[in-house]
């Protein structure tokens, strides 16, 4: 089995310690070194499924290994704690084992006297009988049931027996079997860890069902003082109940009882704290206590059990004595009441049966019953028996029957009546009808009822009906079912087997739909209705002008003069309300169209149109097609813009019918586009002049023209002008031709961006020395001459190294082909030169360190520096090579300090320079 993960009873995790401690104690559960031995509750679980059904399976468990202290048993340390259960389910399907509602009992004192119960509990109100058995050992699945026990006899000590020493009691040790009570005084002056094992037989109509066992171990202690309370039932108290002499409590089932008892210590200084097993096993019981942590408390038991709850049933009450005393640990007695529910005699239920039929009674609740009848009645010779629990009874009229039981209580129920109803069926007088849709009609099933019976009445289904349980619905029918059927049943005095049936059909006249919706129509026109309907209405129109047949459901209808009428037709049925519906038919008139007379106008002109449309209405429409070239398609009169030859129709119709009429006017356009250019759109460079050439086509004459704008122009009124813009621009011809029609063109002259060129007019080389020209340009193709000392002379950077003086000229175009010309010289010095600055910043960039200049190849032969007192602070001969403002590793201060410089030029000319210098930080 698996160890239980929820929480265990009372709501506490599993494994948690049970054992009663007095605050601020720890048992050897939780403390090693503690003298006070403790237990903890574990719950384990497993679910089997049984292949079949046998009145023996048994389930067993077993624990390694028992406490090798006990005193009880042979060797128990090398014993398994051994237990069992057994269930039939051959004869006692669903049957559920008795469970134990009392904790065990942890400690108790020797030489005291002492009682407790397990509180056995059976949720099936089967009968228990109570054993004190051996504790069993070994493994589980053993060959049998009986080979699992400990070596005969299991226990040993002076005098152990299981009836009467199962520990040392000094043989007064008992058992209850009834009720599971055990009762002994452990001997004086002995500790004893003893194991008592308790075996529950359950049985049911007196046949052995199954059974449960309970192994529990008992601490004995010697080194405490405890006085037991005792357990008295104030007779009293006791209401609707009695008790006899062995202290059992006798109710009846379906009436509540109530008592009280008394616990109480000798002990002044007792504080008792009862518990009970009632909610577990007195289920609906109550039971308030009072004077609680004293040395007497009065607790009151209150139940009202039911038939399920009768048999025997124990209440068990545990005091605890919370008063702590030596060895700090609380003590408890089980007090043992039983509870024994006394059944109430009943016949199962009243019932009915037709004439000439029978029906089977049935007493429950006691026995040797015996029955007679009620004066009004069938004989008592109706009945099969007159001592038996289940007679037929066959009465010819209503009877009632009384039965009394021999074996019941009689301070209970012992007698009970039933009555067995004698009913006849009906028969319904409905007869099928006809009614219209949504109308209301009363129905009626005009049955003939006898006194004293109830009648039960279902219509199916239910649609339409106001009740379906009366025998004069109001029945409403809805649309979509024109025949309708109900089932009636009807039950006198609730006897089913004697019910009558009726089947009842509603024919529903459906109503009827116009399909035709508010309609436009043309004048003269007419509509066809469309409408749905039963024929067994008769059908009217209202007005009656241009309907072709005014009773008819689907009529034509004329439309005579322009307007709106509402015309209604009204459906009549004898019995039904009458119902109706209409629609507008909307008479339009039919228009006669003049888009008017054809004109010619020149191209680019507009007209306006101006159309007669007859006879007048408000709401016609307008449609212009083709739409090109007029400010409003849509309009009655709208402009037209002339560009080419157009023939216009204009569509008027009528608002909703649509009703039309159509005319077309042609508006002739007499000129065109005459003017044409040569060239037609160019482009130039700055400054250069293009000739223009404009004339008429062959179709036209000019009358007149002029150019614009007057700005880079030959002439403004020649036909073949000169233009040269500085920037691109548009020239305008605007004509006149001997017709009188205008036309204007245009020219775009674009002027594409002019050549830059930029570079120096002359440049002066030094012995060894070569001069990349990089002219400043947006020019991409470039020829330079001469082409003497120069490394290329179609690139945009040529390098010199002219051998004498030269002047190189360079002609640059731009990728549109406008050009520029420049030129630059370039001059040769005779010889090197050298110089050297006078100030002098070391560490600053590019310059951190002073070097001989030199202007040409030279070489250099010395270049020494002295600080002011003469001392040489540099020395060098590469001319490469400068000084940091350093000496020996370390910078020198500001000041100034001599220099000298002897080289030799390109042409071995010697070139000797001295001076100072400013060193500055």
Known sequence: MDTFTGLIP????????????????????????????????WWYTAVSTLNGRCNYWTWDATQSARNNAITNLVSPGGQNLYTRAQLDNLDAQGDTSPFFSVKPVPYICAGVPYVYNNGAYDINNDSMGFSNIAPLGGN??????????????PITGPNYNLSTNPLMTNNTFSLNPNNGLMSFTPTAGQSQRAVVTVLVNEYRNGSWIGSVMRDIQIIV??????????????????????????????????LPFSFCFETTSADTNAVLVPNDNSTTVFSGSTVSYTNMYTDTVTGCFSWWPTANDTGLKVFTVTVNDSSCRPPGIMFSQTFTLPIYVWPSTTILNDTGICI????????????????????????????????????????????????????????????????VRVVDSVKSQIADTTTCVHNSLPLNLAITTS??????????????????????????????TPNMTYYISIIAGGVTACASFDTFHLHVLQGFKLNTTDTPICIGSSIQINSIGDPGYSYSWAPLTGVSNPTGLSPSINGGSVGATTYTITAK????????NHFTMTVEPIPTVDAGADREICSGDTVHLNPAVSPAFTGYTYSWTPGGGLNDPSASNPVYEALVTGHLTLTVQSPNAHCSGTDTVTVIVVKRQFLEFSPTDTAICPYDTIQVLVRADSNDQLASFYWSPDEYISSTSSLTPRVWPASSAYYTVHARDTAGCLDTASLHIHVYPAAVLSMPESVKLYPGDSYIISPKTNCVRFTWTPPLGLSADTVSNPVATPAVNTKYTVIAKTET?????????????????????????????????????????????????????????????????????????AAQPVGVYVYTVEAYSYKGQKLVKNGNITLMR
């Open 10 to 41: 009372p709501g506490v995790p599993n494994g948690t310690e049970v054992s009663k401690l007095c605050p601020g104690q720890h048992s050897t559960c939780t403390n090693s070194s503690s003298t006070i031995p403790g237990y903890q509750e």
């Open 140 to 153: 589980c699945g053993g060959s049998g049931v009986g080979s699992i026990a400990y070596a005969n006899p």
């Open 221 to 254: 202690l010697t080194t405490c003082t405890y006085v037991p309370p005792n357990l008295n039932v104030e007779t009293s108290t006791i209401n609707n109940a009695t008790i006899d002499t062995a202290g059992t409590v006798t109710a009846c089932a379906g």
């Open 356 to 419: 000439g039929g029978s029906a089977t009674l049935l007493a429950v609740g006691g026995g040797v019953f015996t029955w007679a009848v009620l004066p009004g009645g069938s004989p008592l010779t109706s009945l099969s028996c007159t001592s038996c629990a289940n007679p037929i009874a066959s009465p010819n009229t209503t009877t009632y029957y009384v039965v009394t039981s021999g074996l019941t209580n009689p301070n209970c129920k012992n007698k009970d009546t039933v009555k």
């Open 451 to 480: 006194p004293g019976n109830t009648y039960s009445i279902l219509w199916q289904p239910s649609t339409g009906l106001s009740s379906d349980t009366v025998s004069n619905p109001v029945v409403t029918p809805g649309t979509g």
């Open 573 to 580: 049925y004898p019995s039904c309300r009458d119902s109706s």
């Open 817 to 889: 082909g406008c050009w520029i010309e420049d030129s630059i010289s370039v001059f040769l010095s005779p010889d090197s030169y050298i110089n050297l600055p006078n100030v002098f910043t070391p560490g600053s960039g590019p310059n951190n360190e002073l070097k001989v200049l030199h202007l040409g190849e030279a070489t250099l032969k010395s270049f020494a520096i002295y600080n002011r007192w003469g001392v040489k602070v540099f020395e060098s001969n590469d001319i490469n090579k400068g000084w940091d403002g350093t000496f020996q590793g």
